[in-house]
């Protein structure tokens, strides 16, 4: 049973506040609070007598139903500390003192100039093969991190990998007590070196929290929807040259407590862990849980610039509604983020409205294919811009020019494929020579 909060608050929409150092901004609400008997100064750290949840899908207020949030903002919730529940966090929630400050954002974006590079990347995004790896994960009994099915959706992403030209590694973890694996697929980039790195993540194990590790988990939102999107977006990748490296990673042990991320980060070496760029991660990215398609985009402040150019991207190559959190929590971008790598979880916006998460009952039957779509079309065009074109390679001689009679020309050149090449230029066709770096003179 809720009982009443030792502060006097008052929720009201953000649009009427300027915010201060005495409220918490959350998407189109804000709370402000003044503790009772005094005003909070602007130097307080803390909301005495508030408290902020952090839940993955509805786990803190299913876990406790009698708790009667004074904001519900989803995956936030704004509480009483008279209801504060006797663990301060699990692997599915957090709790811990409102700060003063902004928690979460709807930003005022503009759409950029549309890029006909990127617009054509975009158009070769494949409905049809992210709709059938999403179909085939979810199709297993479970991807419980320990069963022998997760070994079957690895040795599956690893073939799809292979198939796409990526180099392909399966790193042991440790998961409590007994093994899994990480899945790891490499592409170098085209430009030269030192090129910079670009990670797309996702976890692909599933749960049945309340049926245990042999119950079924077919795990189609979470997370068949992002292990999905990762193939995908490796597929786009690799239709075309980039200047930077990228790589591809499918977790294990996320649902057990972000072991395959947390080992992954720990074992980077120095060299390795600065070259990244971004790292991007999808976690529930395929069902829709509000009237208008929205997405979160949630990161700290060594991400703040990878979230504006996502929402950048949305607001310019989608209808999505974005909001923001530099609130990172119970996802494979956390360890990232704790060691100072500029990483991002993309997830659906109102997640705490999907109560079929960690059950049997995450299926196929409520994924909404369109905005699975708009939020790879977002990930795709931030990508674009993270990985870079690669500069122009122009073709340049591969030795003298030959001159078998008056007004013709014989041209060895080696080409941007490095393969040498060759061609006869006469009076009409010197546009061509031009074309390939030549000057005439």
């Not at 976890?203 to 990762?230: C, F, Q, Y």
């Not at 402040?301 to 209808?319: E, K, M, N, P």
């Not at 779509?373 to 030795?399: D, F, K, Q, S, Y």
């Not at 001159?403 to 010197?430: M, T, Y």
Request: net charge negative.
């Amino acid at each position: 049973m809720t009982t009443p909060s030792p502060v006097r608050y008052l929720v009201v929409p953000t649009v009427n506040v300027a915010t201060g150092a005495d409220s918490a901004r959350f998407g189109e609400q804000t709370i402000l609070w003044v503790p009772a008997g005094e005003r909070l100064g602007r130097a307080s750290r803390t909301a005495p007598g508030l408290l902020v949840v952090t839940q993955v899908g509805r786990t803190f207020q299913d876990e406790h139903p009698d708790v009667t949030p004074l904001l519900d903002h989803g995956r936030q919730l704004v509480i009483s500390a008279a209801d504060k529940p006797r663990r301060k966090s699990t692997q599915c929630w957090r709790v811990e003192p409102l700060r003063p400050g902004l928690i979460v954002d709807v930003p005022a974006v503009s759409a950029a100039r549309v890029d006909p590079a990127v617009a054509s990347l975009l158009s070769q995004l494949s409905p049809t093969s992210y709709q059938a790896d999403l179909t085939w994960f979810a199709s297993l009994p479970t991807r419980h991190s320990l069963s022998t099915s997760f070994t079957t959706a690895v040795d599956f992403a690893t073939a799809r990998m292979v198939a796409l030209g990526y180099s392909v590694t399966r790193t042991p973890i440790t998961v409590g007590a007994s093994h899994s694996e990480n899945l790891i697929g490499d592409r170098p980039g085209a430009g030269p070196e030192p090129r910079g790195l670009v990670v797309i993540t996702a976890h692909l194990d599933s749960i049945n929290l309340a049926g245990g590790p042999s119950a079924n988990a077919p795990g189609a939102d979470d997370n068949a929807s992002g292990s999905a999107g990762v193939l995908e977006l490796g597929r786009l990748i690799a239709s075309r040259p980039w200047q930077h490296d990228v790589r591809l990673i499918l977790f294990g042990g996320e649902e057990e407590g972000l072991f395959g991320s947390k080992q992954y980060v720990a074992a980077l070496p120095a060299a390795e862990r600065a070259r990244i760029r971004a790292v991007l991660n999808m976690d529930m990215i395929a069902t829709s849980n509000t009237a208008i398609p929205t997405v979160l985009l949630e990161g700290a402040t060594v991400s703040s610039q990878q979230i504006a150019d996502l929402a950048t991207a949305a607001a310019t190559y989608t209808g999505l509604k974005v909001e923001t959190s530099l609130n990172p929590f119970a996802s494979d971008h956390v360890p990232f983020i704790n060691a100072a790598i500029p990483a991002v979880l993309t997830i659906e916006g109102a997640d705490s409205a999907n109560g079929h998460i960690h059950s049997a009952n995450d299926t196929l039957n409520f994924i909404d294919w369109s905005l699975a779509a708009e939020i790879l079309r977002m990930n795709a065009a931030a990508l674009a811009g993270w990985l870079g074109a690669p500069a122009a390679v122009r073709p340049r001689p591969a030795g003298s020019v030959v001159s078998w009679g008056p007004g013709r020309l014989d041209v060895f050149v080696v080409g941007a494929d490095r393969a040498l090449h060759h061609k006869s230029f006469d009076g009409e066709n010197w546009s061509d020579f031009e074309a390939l770096g030549g000057v005439l003179g």
